[in-house]
């Protein structure tokens, strides 16, 4: 094992390089610290990581991902660094599957012309889908329940038919007691137009990767960091095959991870504050075909039967041109699971062998255009936003020179890579400071 110690003054690593790892490294090293990045796997960007198949001229990301105008941060990264022009906005259809049918979801007309549902479901509906999106303290309620309080808003039938299946899917056994605060917030940031990035998002990882390295900074690939100890004034990372000292230590982990390895530096009350924390993992199956799997041009379906075992379905070449991906059609079906469920522990083929069926509901055909698939699975992929999870979410430091960020530091918003940036640039700036 390599043992360094070093005299620099201020040496920071960030274990984890995914978005927030490496926009945290990239901002540090620009205010003129050291820093080492400690990866645990042989590639970064993390959950918004992209892969590519031969003939491919773009990456297309492990799990769906797209923008919403509103994504600030996000959009100034990418300007700073230098891929403005190739972060682009388009429009998207998104639709419902409900009975057997793909029906359009996309606009106030669609939604009024939607089967089994009331005139009178329909306008409640769109006022309290529309109370809840232009009100500034219903996204104060954090120890409201959504599913008590948005029936009462939106009507129990548009509860039923929409909300409820989504909530369900998104949460499972955990769906009733999701946090008004959540739901309001989740609403609130949709925009029509969604982005997506030239070449896909391993760009913006790409990037970051080549600027900080110029700058000096080390990444550590295939490091998972797996002990932290104190001596004295410093910090020891330790991993199976390096131990290094630092002045201070960032994780940017998933919260699962980091809080085993801080466990011992938290106090009593906060380590009792964040066993109330549930987290749920995410596969999704990315299917490569001949054809549309969609053939209607839906981007993204959302699933109202909560029989089926995945969530959604997105096609991605229905969001930008398939010519980018050698004319094949792009599809991810997926969803969220407890950590300890059966599906998790499946392999591709068996993953494949449970959704065909379902994914035959929706296109009976599809198999017979299908070139290839991929499996792609994240432990801790979507934080359960229980209610009143603003008294439990994790404050930026820990202790003196150690400082964490994470997927549920951010609330009431749902997780997503602009919050990934600013969390990540926030960590740095208290470095700084
Ligand atoms: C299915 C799905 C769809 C999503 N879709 C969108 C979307 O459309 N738009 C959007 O904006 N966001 C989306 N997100 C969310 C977005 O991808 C994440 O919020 C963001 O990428 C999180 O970045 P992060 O750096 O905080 O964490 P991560 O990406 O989880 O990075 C953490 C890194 O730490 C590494 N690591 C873990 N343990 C160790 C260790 N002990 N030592 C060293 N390294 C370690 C991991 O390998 C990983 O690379 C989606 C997420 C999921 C799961």
């Known amino acids: 094992m390599e043992k360094e110690s070093n005299n620099h003054n201020h040496k920071v690593a960030i274990v984890g390089g995914g978005l927030s790892g ?5 901002d540090l090293i620009n205010s003129g610290a050291e820093v080492d990045i400690y990866e645990a796997s042989i590639s970064l960007g993390g959950i918004a990581k992209g892969y590519k198949k031969e003939g491919w001229n773009w990456s297309a990301d492990i799990f769906y991902h797209h923008l919403f105008e509103g994504d600030k941060s996000f959009k100034k990264l990418v300007q700073e660094v230098g891929l403005k022009d190739k972060l682009k906005f388009y429009s998207q259809n998104t639709s419902v599957f409900y009975e057997g049918r793909v029906l359009p979801f996309s606009s106030p007309r669609q939604i ?3 089967p089994n549902f009331s005139s009178l479901g329909k306008i409640k509906f769109g006022f309290g889908t529309g ?8 996204g104060k309620m954090d120890e409201l329940k959504a599913a008590e309080i948005f ?15 989504l909530l369900y899917s998104k949460f499972g056994e955990y769906w009733d007691d999701i946090s008004l605060s959540w739901l309001w917030a989740r609403i609130k940031s949709r925009s029509f137009k969604l982005g997506y990035m030239d070449g896909g998002f391993q ?16 990444i550590y690939l295939s490091s998972k960091v797996k002990r932290i100890n104190k001596d004295n004034e410093s910090w020891t990372l330790v991993g199976s095959r390096f131990s290094r000292e630092y002045d201070q230590v960032i994780f940017a982990t998933p919260f699962d991870n980091s809080l085993m390895l801080v466990n011992k530096y938290l106090a009593d009350e906060e380590r009792r504050k964040y066993a109330k924390i549930k987290t749920l993992s995410c596969l999704n199956i990315v299917m490569r075909l001949k054809k549309p799997f969609l053939e209607d041009g ?23 041109d398939k010519k980018h991906y050698n004319g094949e059609s792009i599809v991810y079906a997926g969803g969220y699971y407890d950590p300890k469920s059966e599906i998790m522990k499946m392999d591709k083929r068996k993953v494949f062998k449970e959704f065909s069926p379902w994914l035959r509901k929706i296109n009976l055909d599809f198999e017979r255009e299908l070139i290839d698939y991929d499996l792609f699975k994240a432990e801790s992929a979507q934080p ?8 439990l979410k994790p404050d930026f430091k820990i202790t003196d020179n150690l400082y964490w960020t994470s997927q549920h530091h951010v609330y009431p918003w749902d997780r997503g890579m602009n919050f ?14």
């Open 22 to 26: 490496l926009t945290c490294a990239y």
């Open 298 to 320: 839906t981007y993204w379906l959302n699933i109202l039967n909560t029989s089926f075992p995945f969530v959604a379905v997105v096609e991605h070449t229905n969001f930008v």
């Open 151 to 165: 029936p009462k808003l939106s009507g129990q039938e548009g509860f039923n038919l929409i909300w409820k299946p």
């Open 203 to 218: 760009v913006l990882v790409d990037r970051l990767k080549e600027k900080i390295e110029k700058s000096g900074g080390n």
């Open 420 to 433: 990934a940036v600013e969390n990540g640039r926030r960590v740095g700036k208290m470095i700084v400071k």
């Open 384 to 391: 359960v936003m229980l209610t009143s999870y603003k008294k």
């Open 112 to 114: 009024l012309s939607f």
């Open 131 to 138: 109370l809840l999106r232009f009100s500034p303290w219903l």
